[in-house]
């Protein structure tokens, strides 16, 4: 029954029932009995939820407390070898020269920036690191104020917005008053929240000047004409 279930539901709504067991403090074999999920998707669902020591030994199945300390301990491993290999890779990439930032900025903007309006610059995102490195961009390299800065939200229906504004302004250290009015579609933040997103919706920061956003085209068109 719990199978048929599992394959009847969406996979979202699936994926957000077992993120809300999780933060219950559900074990993975509890919430596989609930939902009929693999136990090894749910170690993919679940990999940024694990459970303390204190609750792994207050679970009552020897094989559950098992399960959950093998998943802790390669979870363990994982970041042993993930910092090792940020250590060797930050003595190789950095410092940065403000031509590599420069560069870096530009396939940022390449990729995920507005090119079509002749005046706006703007890049959205849900990820505020990558926002952050945006607003360093602008103003340590190209010199733009940050108080010329604007900031537009595209927030959910089920959202506290006032909190979520409260989130973007803090995180990004921009005050409120920089914020134009946000945009509220009428539908629920799974439909971020079941990619990885972040779960504050999309935050775009927007400046407009029309001879810098040709000279940033024309530095976007440079790189493309490096590209045999």
């Not at 909190?163 to 920089?178: D, M, V």
Request: aromatic share 10%; charged share 25%; net charge positive.
């Amino acid at each position: 029954m719990f199978v048929s279930n599992y394959l009847c539901m969406s996979n979202i709504a699936i994926r957000e029932k077992a993120l809300a067991l999780r933060k219950q403090r559900k074990s993975y074999s509890q919430i596989k009995s609930e939902l009929g999920v693999p136990k090894s998707t749910l170690s993919y669902w679940l990999r940024d939820y694990p459970l303390s020591r204190e609750e792994i030994n207050k679970l009552g199945g020897k094989n559950e407390a098992r399960i959950e300390k093998f998943k802790n301990t390669m979870r363990g491993k994982r970041q042993v070898r993930l910092d090792v290999i940020y250590a060797k890779e930050k003595n190789h990439i950095l410092p940065l020269s403000n031509k590599d930032a420069l560069i870096l900025g530009l396939a940022l903007y390449w990729g995920e920036g507005s090119k079509a309006d002749w005046y706006k610059i703007a890049l959205a995102n849900t990820d505020p690191q990558v926002l952050k490195f945006f607003i360093y961009w602008l103003t340590k390299i190209l010199h733009v104020k940050k108080s010329a800065l604007r900031v537009y939200l595209h927030l959910y229906a089920d959202m506290n917005i006032k909190n979520e504004l409260n989130y973007w302004s803090k995180t990004l250290k921009i005050p409120a008053s920089k914020f134009v009015k946000p945009y509220i579609k009428m539908a629920k933040s799974t439909r971020i929240n079941h990619k990885g997103g972040f779960g504050h919706g999309t935050c775009t920061i927007m400046y407009n000047n029309v001879e810098l956003k040709q000279k940033i085209m024309m530095q976007l068109k440079l790189l493309t004409s490096f590209i045999p």
